[in-house]
């Protein structure tokens, strides 16, 4: 059985604090993009991190690209991570946190980049300028695994997918935490699912949806990878939680990769909410060391 935070402390949280406010209505989507276009909002980490990891920040393509470390010796290969927040949030403290970790404990180099989110970013601009740093990982630290979390999500295994028709590129493993996974959210089960989800709703998303696939169809791999072919794309670890909204697409995700021939690696957790494993709960803190643990095998042995 889930924990008293996760199963009911969180949820109510959540609902007491109207984090489904820019989601549940197009409304809410609007005045969630006013607010955020007029004052964007800082993105750089939290000066109280771990002190057993560096950062260093560049310039990658007029973005900024953040790569953190371990402080003491070299890392063993890389991870590129993309963030989540619906495409038009920042990055929170809780993904710092998450990187800063992996950096540490699994002894790789964590590339954070800061992409542009909508209404400036798109689709067709950010996915495959994250393939590209993929590459740029590869080459400076070896071996390079994908991860990402809800909006990060779609955004990690579409970039997997590209490199895979474009650059002839299999990854070791592309890790998944909550994505969203088909942008049209036709999902009949989607429905059923919506009571219980505190968080997301479809009518607010598909406002970030529309602006994220600027004009692109929305079974358009680079914006729904579900909707793509998903033979060769290499490992996948998944983790969802079933009072989310997207989990209805993970599980179809999960079918149509094994069938695919893909080996998937799925961590699904009863009546818990989207992105559980960022959350400050007994569960969260399981599933970020079993994720610490999957990228650092990844990583060391290139599966």
Request: zero cysteines.
């Amino acid at each position: 059985m889930s924990s008293l935070m996760s199963r009911a402390v969180l949820p109510l949280l959540l609902r007491a604090t109207r984090a489904n406010r820019p989601f549940l209505t197009e409304r809410g989507a609007r005045q969630q993009l006013a607010e955020r276009t007029t004052r964007p909002r800082a993105y750089g980490p939290p000066r109280l991190l771990r002190k057993d990891v560096r950062i260093d920040v560049e310039r990658v393509g007029g973005w900024p690209v953040y790569t953190v470390r371990p402080r003491s010796g070299e890392p063993r290969g890389g991870v590129v991570y993309a963030h989540g927040g619906g495409w038009y949030a920042e990055i929170a403290r809780q993904h710092w946190e998450l990187t800063a970790q992996i950096a540490a404990q699994a002894g790789v180099a964590v590339t954070v980049p800061i992409y542009p989110l909508v209404p400036y970013g798109t689709a067709a601009q950010v996915v495959p300028a994250f393939a590209d740093l993929v590459l740029r990982s590869e080459q400076r630290w070896g071996t390079t695994v994908l991860a990402g979390d809800s909006a990060g999500g779609q955004i990690a295994l579409s970039t997997a997918i590209l490199l895979r028709d474009r650059d002839a590129r299999t990854l070791p493993r592309t890790l998944l935490i909550a994505p969203a996974l088909d942008l049209s959210l036709s999902n009949p089960e989607i429905d059923k699912v919506q009571p219980h989800d505190p968080w997301l709703g479809r009518e607010g998303t598909r406002v970030f949806i529309d602006l994220w696939r600027a004009g692109l169809p929305l079974d358009d791999p680079l914006v729904s990878p579900l909707a793509a072919d998903l033979t060769g794309i290499g490992p996948i670890s998944l983790y969802a939680g079933t009072h989310d909204i997207l989990w209805p697409d993970a599980r179809v995700l999960v079918a149509r990769a094994r069938a695919a021939g893909v080996e998937v690696d799925y961590h699904e957790q009863a009546g818990l909410v989207h992105v559980y494993p960022l959350t400050p709960t007994p569960e969260g803190h399981t599933a970020r060391d079993s994720i610490v643990s999957t990228l650092a095998q990844a990583v060391a042995t290139g599966a």
